[in-house]
Each structure stands twice: as C-alpha cells, then as structure tokens.
C-alpha cells in the first residue's frame, strides 16, 4: 500500500502550536488524534456518525395486534406526547448517559417520530405504550426504553463503542511487529547533511552482508541501489509498487532486495536493512511507511540515514522497543558557499547552473527565457517520468553535450545525481494547498532549502564545490537566514489505519461507507506523543468517487490506496474506469487500456499535449500497480509497461523541445503570453503577506496573500513584508497580456526579463502620477515663489 490519503491528523498537544514556514506544519483541530496519557478516552466526533435509514413499516401482512388489545392510534394526540417527550430534560439527560450526545439525540428523535407517525402499525408493545400515553394511563417517559432501541438501530455505533475504540487504539505500535520485537536489533543512525557520505556508508555494510533490504522513498533511488548491488557482484532483486526485476534468470529471490519504502517486507528476515531519508517519518502522507520500516524490519543490524534532525525521535522510538541507537556523525564532503549577490538576469548564467522553480509555470518560463539567450537547458520536474528524468540528467551530466543548464523543481532534492556548480532559487517561496484544500504560499524550510542546495557541488562530480544564491536581490537575505537556522528537530511518526482494522470497523458498522469508516477510526483512534495519524483526504476522495461502484471491502481499500495526484481528471476518470470493469469481474486487457487512452500517441505539439502524455504515464503507472495486487484482473503487465517505455520515449522528446511547446500553446493563447498554463499557482515571483491589502481604488481586496508565516522568537518570520501590492499584480497582468507583449514575447523581441524591468520603471511612474501630484504642486509653488524672489 502507497499510502491513505487527506488533511494531516496531528496530536491534540500540537495543534495549539502556531504555524511555522513551511507547509506540514498545520494541523486540522477537527481531525486531530490524541491520548491524554491517562489511558482516558476522548469524546467521539458524533458528527461522523451518519444515521442507518429505517423505513417505516408499510400495510402489514398481519394484522395489527396492538390495535385490537387496545384501539387504533390517534395520530395527533401521538405527535402531541413525542413532542413532549422530546422537551423533556430528564428524557434528554438519560440520553447523554447512554451515549446521545444533543446532535445525536435530535437525529433520533426525528427518526424515532417519522418511524412512528408514517408506519401503518407498530409493534404491540410500543402500540399499548402509546395508547395509554395519550388516555392518560401512561407517562411519556415510559417511551424512552422503545427509544434507545430505536436509536441504536439508526446508529450501531452506540451498542459497540467499546470495542471500536480498542480497535483503533494505537497507542502501542512496536507491538504490532512480533518478529522484529522477538530479536535485539542493533540500530545505527547515520547522520548528516546532503553530500556527506552517509548513505555510502550504510550501503557498503548493506552489500557486504550475507542478505540485505534497502528502503528508499523513491524508486530512482530503489534502481540506483539495485544497479550498484548487481554491479558489484552482489545479486539483488528491484521492488517498487510497479515493477518487481529479479537478479536471477530463475526469478529465485535474491538474498538482497532494493525497494520503495511502502514495498518493504516486515516478515523476511535479513542481516542488514538501511532506511534512507529517515526525516521523511514526519511526512504527512507517507510517514506511515518510514514508522512500519523502523519498528518492524526484522533485521539484526538497521541502519537508518538521515538529517540530525530525527536523531532524537528516532531515539525515542527505539526505547520503547529496549533497543539502543549508535549514531554516527558525518560532514558534508565538500565545500557549499552562500553568495553575496544574487543573479539578477539570465544573462549572468554560468555552465553548471541550475535554476530551482516552484511550479511548472515557472519551469516552463525560466527555459523559455534561458534558450532565448541562445543556450541549451535540461528539464526536470516531478510528473516527468523516471526514465525522462535520467535522461534530462543524463545530457545535463554529459561534458561533451552542450546542454549545461538545468531548469528544475524541488524534485532534484533527492534520487539524481547532477553535477551542478550553483544552485540559484528562483523563488524561496512554494505553493501549498493546507488542509482545507486552499491554495498557500509558505517560505520554503531550513530542511528544504539544504536539501535542495546541497546538490550543487557533489563529492565526485566535476565540481569540487558547491554555490547557492537566488535570483532576486531581495531574496538573498531571508535565503542566508533560512539556511542559517537549525533544522526544526522531528516530533512525531506518522501511522495509518490498515486493511484489517477497517474490516473490523466494517464488520461491526456494515452499512457505512468507507469513507465513513475511515472518518470514524481516526475520530475515535488514540496515539501517544510520539505519533500522529497520517493524512486522510486523497484516500476519502477516491472511496467517494467509487463508492457507487459494488466491490468489497478489500478491493476497494486497494483502490482507494493508489498512488495517483487527485488534481488529474484524466487519471481519477481511468481508475473509475478500471473499478467499474473490475466490479463486473471483466479482466482489464492489453487491447482495453489502448481504447481508453488513444494508444498509440504522437509526439506532443503544445504544453497541453505534453500534461495529458504525462498524464497517461500515471495511468500506465496504476495499471501495472493494480496488476501486482489483483494479477488475474490486470493480465497485461508485460505490455503496458512495454508501451510505457515507448511513452517514456515520447515524452522525452516533448521535454526536449519544451521550448517549440511553450512558443506553440503561447500563439494560440488567446489569454496572452504570461500564462502558458493554467496553475494552480501564480507564475513568477509569489506574494508573501497575508495582512490584507487596499487597491489603487481604496477598496480592500479579498485575495490572501499568504499564509499566516509568523512564529514567536523567529526574527526571520517577523521581517516578512509585502513588496507587492495589488496595483503592481494588476500591472502584471495588464502587461503579461497585452496584445503588444503577447507579439514581441512571441516573436523573441521581449524577454521575461525585460518585462519585469519595464513592470518595475513603469510600477514608478504609476507611483510618481498616484502619489506626485502634491509634490508636483508644490513644486509650482515653490518655483512661482521663487520667481516672486527674483523679481
């Protein structure tokens, strides 16, 4: 399983804590897991609790006994004694000590009545109850017991809340990994910054041992391990959620394994396992994986890589198993300077630069700008696949190739090796979406920024040191303070809910939705302040995409547990596609795939193209993910990924010409030439204050401009101003736009560059014409009275 998937479920002790830069830092208060360390239970979130439809009962076979021991019910004078049941404060007392909250309580009651007033008949008890009720024989508290049955029929949870609550307790993860806690494990934490032989060191002691795993996060890094192993004459087998490549011609299972981290195994024993990128266990979405690796590997020696920054939890963790950690400390391996000036232009790029964006926006009008200057550029970002990825790396590698600029996202941080001489950040700022699923611009983290930084100047490259700067003045500053702070220590390892504990929800809650289910388990879940539960929403969204499809509880957690970007409407689509035809027990073939995506495809003639070929990748991607976990349904895994590998070869020949692309999708713009695509995020340089700000009309704009970044005793977060006003966006606009800038962008007369530098003269003008003409008054005044002096 890659993942579950949403908001990020935090601790209640944590979720006071104000938001820091950097976007895991906030937490949702509605979803947050916590244990008061008494062993004390918290209230459920009743508002998860959806009501189980019960319909009143129609013309009955039967006749009404009720009716003939007493008289038929005079419907009026019933709804009359429901109502006064439900004011009643004893009635509404005995309901909360039986678990009723008042939202809980309503909801029944409605039920409850409805029940009553549209049923032709009710049971006989209920009837006589009734009767005597409104003859004034009986009380109308002398329903209640008629109540609470019904109640409990609406919502089972209320019988089974005890053993619910013991099924989503997990306070105790070391304890679910019996084999691993039936030896002593020696643990050793490699620790240091990027570039400082850590992970060497672990992976020789991994390949000197008689059997071997080594987890990493990405599946390039899973290769890289696979191809070094193999190379040197120790034979290891490649595991990722896609793919499985033997060693061995037999397909015998080799005694060394490099795999993804979500795809390692807790029940094989080796001598050496080695967890790489440690940190990553505070993920919000993966989290899960890093926790399940350390404290269930069943390996006598782990050695875990990662920043200093986890050296603590990771301590922490390991005294609940009795096991004790030897750290190992590292220094990077050469040296990484922080400029003094900023690039400020293209013009001012060097042979081994590499321009670090946030957004495929940026990406695509960075390289636009930087071939423009007449130079050649390598492309990466994360949707390109991985074999796309290579070789982008690859040519930006290659001495003799005369590509030796790289335009990259984030996704260099980890799992390439690049020579690059200087890392330039275009921005230090990145778009998030928080918890509600609103668009946020946080300063990128201290671990972030190292991370990414410290691939310039990389022991064995061509460049036997590293430079970091940024591409605008004014971001220099903050950049040297950002890498200046210590890395915020790792607080918490994240958890999920598995298969088998949801089925124990289901078998108890039968008629909820998964959805529900997972709703309920994390409202109901305990953990202790070493841990949080991993988020959830991706994993909600596709249960409710699916929901109306028939599958069982098992298939359709599989489904909802693929690794796919819900942003993607063509890959959400096809996994709907692929649940349907799975439901009807149609095996997904060769031939199907091909009608569903228009395969075979041509090489791309615009952006668009380019997105919906990557896009197609992912679907290839799921297809052989299915294919591992449901092989008789998804038969055709040779093939696709045959046709996968021709995609691959597809797009990289997109990515090579980005630039015709872009000029491509800029033409036939009819929005002009600023936005290539349609972001989420803004292009360029991205605002950072999120006080509200007012227009040139004296309105106050409703746009934020950021998320909140501001932490006490953090001077850097306190300095944070806005450079922008709405003005100078709406100048953006009218300038990106323009039908005379669309044309001279388009016909490489006007650089990016220059309409910055012409935004900026004319932002200058604006201001001497808004903010000048008191000035200019008075300086007619003064030159009048000055004359006045000379006559």
């Not at 055709?636 to 691959?648: E, H, M, P, S, T």
Request: charged share 25%.
């Amino acid at each position: 399983m890659r993942r579950c998937a949403g908001p990020l479920l935090r601790l209640a002790g944590r979720r006071a804590l104000p938001l820091r830069h950097g976007a895991a830092a906030a937490f949702p208060a509605s979803f947050s897991s916590s244990s008061d360390g008494s062993g004390g239970s918290r209230a459920p979130d009743t508002s998860l609790f959806v009501p189980v439809p019960l319909k009143p009962v129609g013309d009955a076979a039967e006749e009404d006994v009720g009716a003939e021991l007493t008289r038929p019910l005079d419907k009026a004078e019933v709804l009359k004694s429901l109502n006064k049941f439900y004011k009643r404060k004893e009635i509404q007392r005995l309901g909360t000590e039986n678990g009723l909250d008042a939202r809980l309580f309503h909801q029944a009651f409605i039920s409850f009545r409805k029940y009553i007033m549209e049923s032709s008949s009710v049971s006989a008890d209920l009837h006589i109850i009734l009767n005597d009720i409104c003859c004034g024989a009986g009380h109308v508290d002398d329903l209640f017991p008629f109540f609470l049955r019904h109640a409990k029929q609406i919502f089972p949870m209320l019988d089974c809340m005890d053993d619910l609550r013991k099924i989503s307790d997990l306070r105790l993860p070391p304890n679910w990994y019996p084999e691993a806690r039936a030896i002593q494990r020696k643990i050793i934490f490699h620790a240091g910054p990027t570039n400082s032989g850590k992970t060497y060191h672990a992976i020789q002691r991994f390949l000197s041992a008689k059997s071997g795993i080594y987890c990493g996060p990405l599946k390039l890094l899973a290769h890289e391990i696979f191809q070094k192993s193999n190379a040197a004459n120790v034979p290891c087998d490649l595991v990722t959620g896609e793919e499985r490549v033997y060693a061995n011609e037999d397909a015998r299972q080799a005694s060394h394994i490099a795999c993804t981290i979500e795809m390692c195994s807790t029940n094989t024993p080796y001598e050496v396992a080695v967890i790489d990128e440690i940190q990553m266990i505070r993920d919000p979405a993966r989290g899960w994986a890093w926790t399940r690796a350390l404290l269930g590997l069943s390996a006598e020696e782990i050695h875990v890589c990662g920043e200093a920054a986890a050296i603590d939890l990771v301590t922490e963790l390991m005294y609940t198993t009795g096991e004790e950690v030897e750290v190992r400390n590292y220094k990077r391996l050469t040296p990484l300077t922080v400029l003094d000036y900023a690039l400020e232009s293209l013009d001012n790029l060097r042979p081994g630069d590499c321009i670090v964006c946030f957004s495929k926006n940026d990406i695509y009008s960075v390289s636009r700008q930087v071939e423009a200057r007449g130079l050649e550029c390598a492309v990466i970002y994360g949707s390109l696949p991985p074999g796309t990825k290579l070789e982008q790396a690859k040519k930006f590698n290659d001495p003799d190739d005369p590509c030796k600029i790289l335009v990259a996202t984030d996704a260099i941080g980890m799992g390439l090796n690049l020579c690059i001489k200087r890392i330039i950040f275009n921005s230090i700022v990145k778009p998030t979406i928080n918890e509600k699923g609103e668009k946020e611009i946080d300063l990128i983290t201290t671990s972030q920024a190292l991370q990414i930084a410290g691939r310039a100047g990389r022991y064995g490259s061509s460049f036997k040191q590293g430079e970091v700067t940024t591409m605008h003045r004014d971001d220099l500053v903050q950049l040297k303070e950002i890498l200046s702070e210590p890395v915020r220590p790792v607080k918490a390892a994240g958890l999920h809910p598995t298969a088998e504990q949801i089925e124990m929800f289901a078998y108890h809650l039968p008629d909820a939705t998964l959805s529900n289910l997972i709703d309920i388990f994390v409202s109901l879940s305990q953990v202790d302040g070493l841990y949080f539960v991993c988020n959830i929403d991706d994993f909600k969204f596709l249960a409710d995409m699916i929901q109306h499809i028939p599958l069982n509880l098992r298939s359709r957690y599989v489904f909802c547990t693929a690794p796919l970007n819900r942003k993607e409407p063509f890959v959400c689509t096809t996994l709907l596609k692929f649940a349907r035809q799975f439901s009807r027990n149609e095996p997904l073939t060769f031939d199907w795939l091909c009608r569903h995506t228009k395969w075979p495809l041509a090489p791309p003639k615009n952006i668009k193209e380019l997105v919906h070929l990557e896009a197609v990748h992912d679907v290839f991607d799921l297809y052989l993910w299915l294919s591992y976990r449901f092989m008789d349904m998804f038969p055709d895994a040779a093939l696709v990924r045959n046709i996968q590998k021709k995609l691959d070869d597809i797009i990289q020949i997109g990515v090579c010409n980005i630039t015709k692309l872009i000029r491509a999708s800029q033409s036939s713009a009819a929005s002009g030439a600023a936005e290539v695509v349609s972001e989420d995020f803004p292009l360029s340089r991205t605002k950072r204050d999120s006080r509200m700000f007012s227009d040139h009309r004296g309105a106050k704009s409703t746009e934020p401009l950021s998320v909140a970044l501001e932490v006490p005793g953090e001077s850097r977060a306190r300095s944070l101003k806005a450079y922008r006003s709405s003005t100078r966006q709406e100048d953006l606009k009218s300038h990106g736009r323009g039908s005379l800038a669309n044309r001279l962008l388009r016909e490489g007369l006007l650089t990016q560059e220059m309409l910055r530098q012409l935004e900026s003269e004319w932002q200058d003008q604006h201001r001497n014409g808004r903010y000048g003409l008191a000035s200019k008054r008075d300086d007619q005044s003064s030159s009048k009275e000055t004359g006045k002096k000379k006559k």
